[in-house]
């Protein structure tokens, strides 16, 4: 290796310790606002902190439930993660995570005699075909229109997730008054990891994803090209690369991760698609990618202290007369001191 590379190397070692170390800066300062806030009301913030860290990682349960509720937000966040290395900012992840589920529970309904080794992948195939398609949208008006991604992806959400509700609410809707579907087959539903929690395969599921998203990244041809584009389009076009069609890949590729947040809640959880069903996963997903830096690495320990705190919040509510709000007031925080430089930077260069 040359001198020259070594120091290439050394600088973007550098710089990505420096971008980890302000994400964990952004965390710390969100923790320590919160403490006051706690103190303010009253409470020991250090009773109300220990609680909440028994709550989430206390036992082998509460560990389990942890890592169950941060797989969904490490999905959106390695979605939206993908689109920003394309050059392109995936607001539409929860309206792409609502279509893989319906996809998902539907399919397995209409299916229901073939072999559970045949239907399970197709059931997660169909609903990755389905965030997919609700990906390029924007992507394609982006590339081919100049149309901005982030207004189409807003109005899609609406209309996936209004569309959805018609299909729950109508035509698919189960007996009874809670707006859900049939249940689909027990057969279908990944299993469970530890018994009594919600952890489930889902988590290699998980894994797998973000190592073969790293492996396209940075050990690939198209991945060097998607994240060129990213960087530099300019450049990249001089380069003789497509960043249309590639803008239109990060995209599409993006909505069918995401797409997998729905679909392994429906197989993983609740069997069935339910409306409602994701408590803003896809619009929290946006602050869980850039608080990892847009690293599957980076993301998925971002997930596991968003995990941490909601899981922790329960207990630290029984446990305290502190409300569980107050993680979400940290949470809200965090998004805050991280993702508003960062927001505003791209805006400057895309300006």
């Not at 992507?139 to 018609?166: C, D, H, P, R, W």
């Not at 947040?261 to 609740?270: F, H, P, W």
């Not at 927001?343 to 260069?349: D, G, L, Q, V, Y």
Request: net charge positive.
């Amino acid at each position: 290796m040359s001198e020259a590379t070594k120091k290439r190397a050394t600088i973007k070692a550098l710089s990505a310790l420096g971008d980890f170390g302000n994400s964990l800066l952004s965390v710390a300062i969100a923790v320590i606002i919160g403490g006051l806030i706690i103190l303010a009301i009253g409470e020991n913030p250090i009773e109300a902190y220990t609680a909440l860290i028994e709550g989430s990682l206390g036992n082998a349960r509460s560990i389990a439930n942890t890592f169950s509720k941060s797989i969904p937000l490490a999905f959106t966040g390695l979605a939206v993660a993908m689109a920003n290395r394309g050059g392109m900012l995936n607001i539409g992840a929860e309206g792409q995570l609502h279509a893989g589920a319906m996809a998902t529970a539907l399919v397995a309904l209409a299916l229901p005699g073939l072999p559970v080794v045949i239907l399970l992948p197709v059931c997660i195939i169909s609903g990755v075909a389905a965030g997919m398609l609700v990906g390029f949208i924007p992507g394609y008006f982006k590339a081919k229109k100049q149309t901005s991604e982030v207004i189409v992806a807003i109005m899609l959400n609406y209309i996936v997730t209004l569309f959805m509700s018609f299909l729950v609410n109508g035509p698919f809707k189960a007996e009874g008054s809670v707006s859900q579907t049939n249940a689909i087959s027990e057969g279908l539903m990944l299993n469970k990891l530890i018994e009594n929690s919600q952890l489930t395969t889902a988590l290699f599921i998980l894994l797998a994803v973000a190592a073969v998203q790293y492996i396209f990244l940075w050990k690939s041809a198209p991945g060097f090209q998607l994240r060129a584009v990213g960087s530099n389009p300019s450049a990249s076009v001089s380069a003789g690369m497509n960043s249309k069609k590639l803008m239109i890949f990060s995209m599409s590729l993006s909505g069918g991760i995401a797409a997998l947040a729905g679909v392994t809640e429906v197989l993983g959880k609740y069997g069935r698609y339910i409306e409602g069903f994701s408590p803003s996963f896809g619009f929290t997903g946006i602050a869980v990618a850039i608080l990892g830096r847009n690293h599957p690495g980076g993301v998925l320990v971002t997930s596991l202290l968003f995990g941490i705190l909601d899981t922790g919040a329960l207990r630290m509510g029984r446990v305290t007369n502190v409300s569980a709000n107050i993680i979400i007031v940290i949470q809200s925080l965090v998004i805050l001191l991280v993702s508003a430089p960062e927001i505003a930077k791209m805006i400057r260069r895309r300006g």
